[in-house]
């Protein structure tokens, strides 16, 4: 359990300080404060070059998708994600062709590949670490550098995983994660985004920042005083900088507690032996067990063992059923997708 003593303290000793010191309530404005103070965690944590803190992630999707122009475009994208993966991008007019899923439920790389060979107006790929569990990043950086694309990350689920030593997403060119619950950290709303880029970092502060804050970072010359507000709540800022590395020592924990029960299940024989380069944040944690196997073996053989587990086939639908087919470019991969999903079980730890 998280505890809140110090972050109660730090809140509301920013409201008071507020009442009488507008230098306190600006802060957040000029980009200063807790704010500021966060995107520093953020940037030393991924060691990216810049982090922009926002409202939440799906607004933080649509930002960046402003942000690299993409307008009008075709983009690569998973089937399986959080419909927020591409709400910004729909209101921008994209056209979407979706991959097939590799093992563990992620953008397959040899259909990006299949579909750019087919598609050469494609403009962007948009990967996902979907149920908190990296996607292969380094595949996906190659085809973006050699194909000359823009890659973007949706890791909302998975600050705090890790591919090949690498923090998960942290190759893209620009990658959201979010604070909404349920998440690694949990500020009631919110969200960061990543980037080692100047230009989208500068293009995200004047689409979402206060002129305050685009002078103080770019000069008094270049503002754009029609930017949406994309700020993040500075009280949300503050719960953030208290509760951080607690809240990832407590990942930490729930990753221990997963990887035993991984490990547990693969000691009975019940899955494939379970593939270590790669730490998952197990926002869901899904399992796939070996031909022939029940699920009720396994549910009685952790249910003996661990308590206040439920087991399920996940239920997700898929983003081309949910969007209009205009908005669809290519789904070739539906019987493959689906049949992998249905070999999937999803684990509940708490
Ligand atoms: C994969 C994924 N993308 C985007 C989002 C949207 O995040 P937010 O609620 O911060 O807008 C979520 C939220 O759960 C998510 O899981």
């Known amino acids: 359990?998280?505890?809140?003593?110090?972050?109660?303290?730090?809140?509301?000793?920013?409201?008071?300080?507020?009442?009488?010191?507008?230098?306190?309530?600006?802060?957040?404005?000029i980009g200063s404060g807790a704010v500021t103070e966060l995107e520093s965690k953020i940037k030393m944590f991924y060691d990216s070059k810049f982090a922009l803190c926002v409202t939440n992630a799906t607004n933080a999707l649509f930002f960046v998708a402003q942000s690299c122009n993409l307008h009008d475009c075709e983009v690569i994208t998973t089937p399986l994600t959080f419909p927020g993966?591409?709400?910004?991008?729909?209101?921008?007019?994209?056209?979407?062709?979706?991959?097939?899923?590799?093992?563990?439920?992620?953008?397959?790389?040899?259909?990006?590949?299949?579909?750019?060979?087919?598609?050469?107006?494609?403009?962007?790929?948009?990967?996902?670490?979907?149920?908190?569990t990296p996607h292969q990043m380094d595949e996906i950086r190659k085809i973006a550098n050699e194909f000359k694309l823009i890659y973007i990350s949706d890791a909302a689920q998975s600050l705090g995983a890790t591919i090949n030593s690498n923090k998960a997403s942290s190759l893209s060119d620009v990658w959201v994660t979010s604070f909404c619950p349920g998440k690694t950290l949990f500020t009631g709303e919110g969200a960061c985004i990543m980037t080692n880029s100047e230009i989208i970092y500068n293009n995200l502060l004047l689409s979402t920042q206060h002129v305050?804050?685009?002078?103080?970072?770019?000069?008094l010359n270049i503002v754009n005083e029609f930017s949406f507000n994309g700020r993040i709540n500075p009280l949300a800022a503050i719960l953030a900088n208290s509760i951080f590395e607690q809240s990832i020592k407590q990942l930490k924990k729930h990753q221990n507690q997963c990887l035993k029960i991984v490990k547990h299940l693969n000691n009975?024989?019940?899955?494939?032996?379970f593939e270590n380069d790669f730490k998952s944040t197990f926002f869901h944690f899904y399992i796939k067990p070996l031909k022939?196997?029940?699920?009720?073996?396994?549910?009685?053989?952790?249910?003996?063992?661990?308590?206040?587990?439920?087991?399920?086939?996940?239920?997700?639908?898929?983003?081309?059923?949910?969007?209009?087919?205009?908005?669809?470019?290519?789904?070739?991969?539906?019987?493959?997708?689906?049949?992998?999903?249905?070999?999937?079980l999803e684990i509940s730890t708490h």
Do not use: W
Not at 122 to 127: G, K, M, N, Q, W
Not at 212 to 219: I, V
Not at 268 to 273: D, N, R, T, V
């Open 1 to 29: 359990m998280i505890d809140y003593t110090n972050a109660i303290e730090d809140i509301s000793r920013y409201l008071f300080n507020a009442q009488t010191n507008i230098g306190v309530r600006e802060q957040h404005l």
């Open 85 to 132: 993966t591409i709400s910004g991008l729909l209101s921008l007019n994209c056209r979407f062709h979706f991959t097939d899923l590799d093992e563990n439920l992620n953008i397959c790389p040899i259909s990006v590949r299949e579909i750019l060979k087919r598609n050469p107006k494609v403009s962007a790929i948009i990967a996902v670490d979907f149920a908190g």
């Open 212 to 219: 305050y804050r685009q002078k103080k970072e770019l000069g």
């Open 268 to 273: 009975m024989g019940l899955i494939s032996s």
């Open 292 to 344: 022939n196997i029940e699920s009720q073996e396994i549910i009685e053989n952790l249910t003996n063992k661990y308590s206040l587990l439920k087991i399920r086939i996940p239920s997700v639908t898929l983003l081309p059923d949910l969007i209009v087919k205009k908005n669809v470019a290519s789904f070739e991969y539906k019987k493959s997708v689906v049949k992998k999903i249905s070999q999937t």
